[in-house]
């Protein structure tokens, strides 16, 4: 078995040309629940990619989900207020352009993703698969929030890769994250009715406290467990702020029959 799991160490780092995490990232994964890598994706990469986003939300290409739909604190009220049109996602983000084709079989991305997942790596493109855009003027905040909250596996045992295709920061609403949260056990009471981390309950005020800003530079990624609390605030810079997030799993985790999160197919990325 030593001998097989050393093969297996060789052969990711022959394909991978030292692409992978180090002993000390996948550590600093499993205690925090999430890792920052520098530079993943080329600025090649992100320009096309920013391209597409721009593109998509000129011609307005749907799948879209508004801010005013989601009713978010900051978002317009309705489709007909100010801002109504708003996007605050572009979905689908694999059918829009094959650079995420070409993204999501990087091996900078996807030998760090079988270090944590193992080695059939599955991208679901029922969740995340989307382009998350945050504008200016007509943006929300969200709340701390488990994303596995509406999905349905197996196992509660994903990962997001959010890649950064500007600058990201606290001002233009940036990822906040709770170092260790997915480790924690919680009571239902600790959450409102949308799951959302109550913050005027006691027992959340230390952890929220606790809370880190993960600021990205253009094709820096982010790489966060699916019970990772984070958050973000709206963005209150005077540019648009784009991301592009996809979920993985391992082969043996299996989405729930019937459930949302196999109402669409997977992409076998092995
Ligand atoms: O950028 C944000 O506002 C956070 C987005 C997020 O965490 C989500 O949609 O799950």
Known sequence: MAAIEFCWTLALMSTSGCNGFSPEEIEAFWRDGFIVSRGLASP????????????????RIEPLELEADLNYPGAPESRDAAGGGTVRRLKQAHARDYVFTEWLTDPALGDRMRQLLGPRLVCPLAHHNCIMTKEPRFSSDTGWHQDIRYWSFERPELVNAWLALGPEHPENGCLKVIPGSHRMAYEPSQFDAESFLRQDDPRNQPLIAAQQSVS?????????????????????SDQPKYSVVFTFHGGENRPRPGSRSASSPELLLS
């Open 44 to 59: 090649e990469m992100v320009d096309r990619m920013r391209r597409v986003t721009l593109d998509g939300l000129a011609r």
């Open 216 to 236: 990205l530079d253009p094709g820096d990624v982010l790489f966060f467990h699916c019970l990772t609390f984070h958050a973000a605030s709206r963005n209150h």
